[in-house]
Structure formats: structure tokens, C-alpha cells
């Protein structure tokens, strides 16, 4: 979690989930959590990019163990 809390960590995955899944506005995610809309884009982008580098990790691990 690179210096990370866990709670900063879910707190950084609900924001991703409340975006994506939700259709909530960043402006709504950032009064929920007290946080500048500008910090509900910079989390969303970086776990965003956390997300599909997992994503391409996971698919590198399949084709390698199906080799």
C-alpha cells in the first residue's frame, strides 16, 4: 500500500466503485467523503490505473500458467 493506510485504501476503492458502478458525480463523492473535487480526481485516476495494471497482471499470470 506504498505508506498507505487500509482505511485510506478501501476509502480510494469505494470512491473507483462509487464512480464507475454508482454513476455518482465526482462533486457527490467529494461531499461525501470531505475532499476537494480535484482530490476525487487524482484518487480516481490513480486507482484507476491501479485497476488496469491489476487487470494486466492477472491476464500475464493466466497466459503464463497456461503455457
Do not use: C, F, P
Not at 464512480?19 to 457527490?28: A, E, N, P, R, V
Not at 461525501?32 to 480535484?38: D, T
Amino acid at each position: 500500500t506504498r505508506g498507505g493506510s487500509v482505511l485510506t485504501e478501501d476509502r480510494n476503492q469505494e470512491i473507483l466503485r462509487l464512480i464507475d458502478q454508482q454513476s455518482m458525480t465526482k462533486t457527490d463523492v467529494a461531499k461525501r467523503y470531505n475532499v476537494s473535487k480535484q482530490r476525487v480526481q487524482q484518487i480516481y485516476k490513480r486507482e484507476k490505473e491501479r485497476h488496469v495494471e491489476n487487470i494486466r497482471t492477472a491476464g500475464d499470470r493466466e497466459n503464463n500458467d497456461a503455457s
